[in-house]
């Protein structure tokens, strides 16, 4: 697979919608991970990202503005034990729940998503997107997932289930996936495997290379989590187009 360059990624996309990006970092000695949401319409882009105990939530920026929170609030990322979740809506918690409920066999994150599919909001019929991190400390290793439950070309009686695992993370390089392959009306899906593209070393650099190059009009919120593989304290960024 060839490798490509998040920051011509998203700075040729004007709407990829919401990604994940989730990799090594170049050093080798980081799990890092990137969610970014845009919004085209005034409630969409009506959104901040607020961190609480165990988890990342979207709020509305001035609730008087908001007019429908229906597929616009939930948990992004929430934590359970090793475990770190981060999706593009409420599915989150589907995962999150099903694991603290029948406990983590290896194909919980995939179990759990056969329950979901794709967003109700024809004619888009908007893909789930989701990731999950397995830690393993201190053993200096993690493994990582990756899914998006699509429409089928379209057709909203039918939904498509895609999973990809990532079982040695190599030192470098990431894998990104998007809601939309580009701007449109109707939006069309991403389609394809996810795209491999290069890890920076620190979250620092990896929230920059995704901010500055998301679509200044769409933007909305950014949120970057970088953990180390001895154990130590993560970093975190979130950035807020409202402030």
Same mark, same amino acid.
């Given at each position: 697979?060839?490798?490509?360059?998040?920051? /011509?990624?998203?700075?040729?996309?004007?709407?990829?919608?919401?990604?994940?990006?989730?990799?090594?970092?170049?050093?080798?000695?980081?799990?890092?991970?990137?969610?970014?949401?845009?919004?085209?319409?005034?409630?969409?882009?009506?959104?901040?990202?607020?961190?609480?105990?165990?988890?990342?939530?979207?709020?509305?920026?001035?609730?008087? @503005?908001?007019?429908?929170?229906?597929?616009?609030?939930?948990?992004?990322?929430?934590?359970?034990?090793?475990?770190? #979740?981060?999706?593009?809506?409420?599915?989150?918690?589907?995962?999150?729940?099903?694991?603290?409920?029948?406990?983590?066999?290896?194909?919980?994150?995939? @179990?759990?998503?056969?329950?979901?599919?794709?967003?109700?909001?024809?004619?888009?019929?908007?893909?789930?997107?989701?990731?999950?991190?397995?830690?393993?400390?201190?053993?200096?290793?993690?493994?990582?997932?990756?899914?998006?439950?699509?429409?089928?070309?379209?057709?909203?009686?039918?939904?498509?289930?895609?999973?990809? /695992?990532?079982?040695?993370?190599?030192?470098?390089?990431?894998?990104?996936?998007?809601?939309? @392959?580009?701007?449109?009306?109707?939006?069309?899906?991403?389609?394809?495997?996810?795209?491999?593209?290069?890890?920076?070393?620190?979250?620092?650099?990896?929230?920059?290379?995704?901010?500055?190059?998301?679509?200044?009009?769409?933007?909305?919120?950014?949120?970057?989590?970088?953990?180390?593989?001895?154990?130590?304290?993560?970093?975190?960024?979130? #950035?807020?187009?409202?402030?």
């Amino acid at each position: 697979m060839a490798m490509f360059d998040l920051k /011509s990624l998203l700075s040729e996309n004007s709407y990829p919608g919401r990604g994940i990006v989730i990799g090594k970092s170049a050093d080798g000695k980081s799990a890092m991970i990137a969610y970014f949401i845009m919004g085209r319409s005034e409630n969409s882009r009506n959104r901040i990202f607020e961190r609480f105990d165990g988890g990342m939530r979207t709020k509305a920026f001035d609730e008087s @503005k908001l007019s429908d929170p229906h597929l616009i609030i939930y948990n992004p990322y929430l934590n359970v034990g090793d475990i770190d #979740i981060i999706t593009n809506g409420d599915q989150t918690n589907t995962v999150y729940d099903y694991i603290n409920e029948n406990g983590e066999d290896g194909f919980a994150f995939e @179990k759990a998503l056969h329950l979901r599919e794709f967003e109700d909001d024809a004619p888009n019929f908007t893909p789930r997107i989701s990731g999950i991190l397995h830690y393993c400390f201190p053993g200096n290793t993690f493994t990582y997932k990756l899914s998006i439950l699509k429409s089928a070309n379209g057709r909203g009686e039918s939904c498509r289930r895609y999973f990809y /695992s990532y079982a040695a993370p190599e030192n470098g390089i990431g894998h990104f996936i998007h809601t939309y @392959k580009c701007d449109g009306n109707p939006i069309p899906s991403f389609f394809g495997e996810p795209e491999e593209v290069a890890m920076p070393n620190t979250a620092e650099e990896l929230a920059d290379i995704c901010w500055n190059n998301l679509n200044e009009a769409n933007k909305v919120s950014l949120f970057v989590r970088q953990i180390p593989l001895d154990g130590s304290k993560p970093t975190e960024i979130i #950035i807020n187009k409202n402030n």
